[in-house]
T-cell receptor, first 118, second 115 residues
Framework: AQKVTQAQTEISVVEKEDVTLDCVYETRDTTYYLFWYKQPPSGELVFLIRRNSFDEQNEISGRYSWNFQKSTSSFNFTITASQVVDSAVYFCALSDLSLSYNTDKLIFGTGTRLQVFP | SAVISQKPSRDICQRGTSLTIQCQVDSQVTMMFWYRQQPGQSLTLIATANQGSEATYESGFVIDKFPISRPNLTFSTLTVSNMSPEDSSIYLC????????????FGPGTRLLVL
């Protein structure tokens, strides 16, 4: 069965520290998509990245970077030089064909609450 | 991407009543989804709404409790019926252009408190 595990419930850091949020997934499919979303206190889910299972290149976007490793079924997210505005709940999500043939249902992890203190 | 708005943004309701939440997308989309996020929890998919067809409900969610409409390609509503305090949650609408693997974009959510 599909599953997304975010073992870190809450992380607290001081501004300018680097922080890595872990995401481990389970799927029987060889083709799947992984996502990260950010949920600030306002409640809206903000899309951060989408990665398909055939693209294992790491990605960097400003202070954000993602490390996708199929060998360990992980898709970890690192924030470099964290800022107070990074404080939010971060969700990792999975979509694979076995969830639904022609729709893109998402399975979400339980989220990691990141608190960045000044 | 798509810009999604929801109404109301929050509401406080009495048990036994019903609330209809509206979701508006700024462009035509194929798929719309409704999620529930209970306090401090992750997101759980309630149903998938395609235009012109009945919504597809996930296990544990039924049409009588959560009727959904999808009258066109930019709009959907979710009704939470006969509410109880256990229905207190954030309800989020999302949309994508259809096709597997597409990115879902989310609305700001509706915070519902049932007394």
């Amino acid at each position: 069965a599909q599953k997304v595990t975010q073992a870190q419930t809450e992380i607290s850091v001081v501004e300018k520290e680097d922080v890595t949020l872990d995401c481990v997934y389970e799927t029987r499919d060889t083709t799947y998509y992984l996502f990260w979303y950010k949920q600030p206190p306002s409640g809206e889910l903000v899309f951060l990245i989408r990665r398909n299972s055939f693209d294992e290149q790491n990605e960097i976007s400003g202070r954000y970077s993602w490390n996708f490793q199929k060998s360990t079924s992980s898709f970890n997210f690192t924030i470099t030089a964290s800022q107070v505005v990074d404080s939010a709940v971060y969700f990792c999500a999975l979509s694979d064909l076995s969830l639904s043939y022609n729709t893109d249902k998402l399975i979400f992890g339980t989220g990691t609450r990141l608190q960045v203190f000044p | 991407s798509a810009v999604i708005s929801q109404k109301p943004s929050r509401d406080i309701c009495q048990r036994g009543t019903s609330l209809t939440i509206q979701c508006q997308v700024d462009s035509q989309v194929t798929m719309m989804f409704w999620y529930r996020q209970q306090p401090g929890q992750s997101l759980t998919l309630i149903a998938t709404a395609n235009q012109g067809s009945e919504a597809t409900y996930e296990s544990g969610f039924v049409i009588d409790k959560f009727p959904i409409s999808r009258p066109n390609l930019t709009f959907s509503t979710l009704t939470v019926s006969n509410m109880s305090p256990e229905d207190s949650s954030i309800y989020l609408c999302s949309a994508d252009r259809g096709g597997w693997g597409e990115t879902q974009y989310f609305g700001p959510g509706t915070r519902l408190l049932v007394l």
